[in-house]
Nanobody
């Protein structure tokens, strides 16, 4: 089981970025998937989640209305579309498959002018 996260990068406040998480060894449609983030000096926090099959989504209050989690079953990939980015969104972002205990390697997102 492996989760690979390309992407991330530097973006200005108000900008957008899409993170991807490519899975191997299991099918993302069968698993609930989550995105977490960890800013310097802070604990890792849950940002967004999507349930298996039915695709029920939930979000942290701090990103509600700005971030969207989605899943492409054909590509076996989960995405996190991030819009209206703020300085405080700067963090390392991780994807996670809770039932498998697998984590991506993390990708840095920096929001800066």
């Amino acid at each position: 089981v492996q989760l690979v996260e390309p992407g991330g990068g530097l973006v200005q406040p108000g900008g957008s970025l899409r993170l991807s998480c490519a899975a191997s060894g299991f099918t993302v449609s069968s698993y609930g998937m989550r995105w977490y983030r960890q800013a310097p000096g802070k604990e890792r926090e849950l940002v967004a989640g999507i349930s298996s099959y039915g695709g029920v989504r939930n979000y942290a209050e701090s990103v509600e209305g700005r971030f969207t989690i989605s899943r492409d079953n054909a590509r076996n990939t989960v995405y996190l579309q991030m819009n209206s980015l703020k300085l405080e969104d700067t963090a390392v972002y991780y994807c996670n498959a809770p039932l498998s205990g697998s984590w991506g390697q993390g990708t840095q997102v920096t929001v800066s002018s």
